[in-house]
């Protein structure tokens, strides 16, 4: 049995499903509640809308906190991966190791996993994740700081308002005084 509830963030209504063995699903935000609803119910449709048990409040607080751009470690949210494939597992295993504020790329996960021509694979299975924010797919960039998909309301747009919000730098480009000498980064900071 599943159970469901929605509550806003910062950045819009998000959802979670949980059963017995944990979380079994999050949904990333929506303008509205009652789209959030209706996105969870399409996915889960056995799930009823219920209060939060404690220890789900604590993880709504957690990403609440997250989405506000607190740094917030959330590997300690235990994951209902049991209708999870075993492939999935391993490449949400590895983005979920990202912590705020950094990235990976496709390639780089897919070099982890022992061959860089998964990439795209990787790039698919992050497309299934029913785990997003919990399992940060937003930090999963292609080669070169090129955004990738994101299959939140607003697309990449979402993703990259994400990225921002945790103060991810999202590209290989330098920042404004990166390229300066150090004498004149010092003279700038005063």
Not at 49 to 65: H, K, M, N, Q, Y
Not at 127 to 152: D, E, M, Q, Y
Request: hydrophobic letters at 40%; glycine letters at 12%.
């Amino acid at each position: 049995m599943t159970s469901f509830a929605l509550f806003d963030t910062a950045i819009g209504a998000c959802g979670i499903v949980w059963g017995e063995d944990g979380v079994v699903g999050m949904q990333l935000p929506e303008a509205r509640a009652d789209q959030a609803r209706a996105r969870l119910a399409k996915r889960y449709p056995g799930a009823a809308e219920t209060t939060p048990t404690a220890e789900i409040e604590r993880v709504i607080g957690e990403v609440r906190a997250l989405l506000k751009g607190e740094a917030r470690d959330l590997t300690h949210i235990a994951l209902d991966m049991s209708q999870v494939p075993e492939f999935e597992k391993q490449v949400y295993a590895i983005a979920r190791a990202v912590p705020p504020g950094r990235t990976i790329t496709y390639g780089e996960i897919a070099a982890k996993l022992g061959d860089k021509a998964l990439s795209r694979d990787v790039g698919a299975a992050l497309g299934r994740n029913p785990f997003p924010i919990v399992v940060p797919c937003h930090r999963v960039l292609g080669s070169g700081g090129k955004t990738g998909g994101f299959s939140a309301r607003g697309g990449v747009d979402t993703k990259m308002r994400m990225l921002q919000i945790e103060r991810a730098k999202t590209s290989d480009e330098p920042l404004l005084f990166d390229t300066l000498p150090v004498s004149a980064k010092k003279d700038k900071r005063g």
